[in-house]
């Protein structure tokens, strides 16, 4: 029953910065596992972020480690994605997903939930 609505996609210029928001809805943050996902054209959706149901731990593809970082904020129950030094091959739909799950650790495998996406382009 896990439901995500990711928004804030838009289009920038490299160099930029966006911050993408994930919504969820029917269960805290504290049982949940979130990560962040994309998907370019012509390409395979691949993991991008996620954050433990702990809020402990926390994982980055290699690509974008250093430029994104993921956060989230109880109250809101709400998982956010900060991209910074923003490149045109961060192009792609981004997916929030998730799992029902307790632990100290994330993992892109296993994600049961997922977000319609939302388009973040990057171009001058």
């Known amino acids: 029953q896990l439901q995500l609505v990711e928004s804030g996609g838009a289009l920038v210029q490299p160099g930029g910065s966006l911050r993408l928001s994930c919504a969820v809805s029917?269960?805290?943050?504290?049982?949940?596992?979130i990560g962040w996902f994309r998907q370019a054209p012509g390409k395979e959706r691949e993991g991008v972020s996620c954050?433990?149901?702990?809020?402990?731990?926390?994982n980055y593809a290699d690509s974008v480690k250093g430029r994104f970082t993921i956060s989230r904020d109880i109250a809101e129950n709400t998982v956010y994605l900060q991209m910074n030094s923003l490149k045109p091959e961060d192009t792609a739909v981004y997916y929030c997903?998730?799992?029902?799950?307790?632990?100290?650790?994330?993992?892109?495998?296993?994600?049961?939930?997922w977000g319609k996406g939302t388009l973040v382009t990057v171009s001058s």
């Open positions: 029917g269960f805290a943050l504290d049982y949940c596992a």
């Open positions: 954050i433990s149901s702990s809020g402990v731990s926390t």
């Open positions: 997903a998730g799992q029902r799950v307790v632990g100290i650790f994330c993992s892109y495998y296993g994600m049961e939930y």
